[in-house]
């Protein structure tokens, strides 16, 4: 049983992912309709969109009395999006990630004020409706925000690669998120049996497997955004997907769940949290840019942050 489990884990996240880039490029063409912004189509659509697979596992685990899984995914999620997704993407589109205009220092803002959310959960101890719902009204709030930038430049109909339709986009939009919902639930039941198996913490599950699996849409439109040089659009995409995963998926797994989490096992996972989130902050802030070198560091607190998961102790100077 457990083999058929792993097996399940492994299709189904590799299945999720090549449905959300599907998702992504419907979302590309109803963006021109809306005529967004390259910023806003980042954050509040990409974003929006490549965090599905976090919230359709964050839901299914909270309903099934998982809240650990759910917080685990959640900043597991967001760990590898601010370094090992920073540090493929970087490496693989051959280009630096650059920082331009004012919107995305508030961006950078909204992304350190999110990440500290989660220490109220470990004072907690659990999640509730009360904490969903003030991370409900935070999500509102940020992304009416970068929704009134200045629409410096809108997404093309060359831009997005595609010549979908709208009404067709919409439909397909839809056919593909009712797969990712199933997909979620195999992913959720799978990694359960899983963590059971060999005594680990759901929450570390989430973190690790379920994490990486989740990000994968984010890598992939990173990666072609950077290589257009939509630099507004690939920060907009990475940071807006973490601060979604905080407030819009955490936030809607709370709601429906009053399940205990695992205080230790988040407490190690905010760590990481936290050091990812100020690095990121202090090389855009300093440097204007995230490059090669920059990436290499991120991606190596990404290893450290696996190696202490799996039971080694590791230290960051």
């Known amino acids: 049983m457990i083999l058929l489990s792993v097996f399940l884990l492994i299709g189904s996240l590799f299945l999720i992912a090549i449905v959300s880039d599907k998702i992504i490029n419907y979302t590309l ?59 493929l993407a970087v490496f693989l589109s051959k280009t630096a990630i650059h920082l331009r205009g004012e919107s995305q220092k508030e961006l950078i803002q909204f992304l350190f004020l999110s990440s500290v959310i989660p220490l109220f959960i470990v004072q907690r101890g659990s999640l509730g409706p009360v904490l969903g719902i003030v991370l409900l009204i935070l999500f509102v709030y940020f992304s009416f925000t970068i929704s009134k930038t200045p629409k410096q430049s809108q997404i093309t109909e060359q831009q997005n690669g595609s010549t979908e339709k709208p009404l067709r986009a919409g439909l397909k939009f839809v056919v593909c998120l009712i797969i990712i919902i199933v997909l979620s639930r195999l992913i959720v039941d799978s990694s359960i049996d899983i963590a059971d198996f060999v005594n680990l913490p759901s929450s570390i599950i989430g973190a690790t497997i379920i994490g990486v699996g989740t990000s994968l849409p984010e890598l992939a439109t990173t990666i072609q955004t950077l290589k257009k040089k939509y630099y507004e659009m690939a920060l907009g995409n990475l940071l807006g997907s973490c601060i979604t995963n905080i407030t819009l998926v955490l936030g809607i797994s709370s709601l429906v769940s009053f399940s205990e989490v695992n205080i ?54």
């Open 29 to 87: 063409v109803l963006s021109k309709v809306f005529g967004l912004s390259e910023m806003a189509a980042g954050f509040v659509l990409l974003s929006v969109t490549t965090s599905l697979p976090e919230l359709s596992v964050s839901i299914f685990s909270s309903t099934s009395g998982e809240g650990g899984l759910s917080v685990g995914n959640v900043l597991g999620s967001n760990i590898a999006n601010l370094t090992i997704i920073i540090g």
């Open 264 to 317: 230790l096992a988040v407490e190690s996972i905010m760590f990481y949290v936290l050091i990812a989130s100020l690095t990121v902050w202090y090389m855009i802030s300093s440097n204007k840019a995230i490059n090669k070198k920059g990436a290499i560091f991120l991606s190596a607190i990404y290893f450290a942050f696996v190696l202490q998961q799996v039971g080694f102790s590791v230290f960051i100077f």
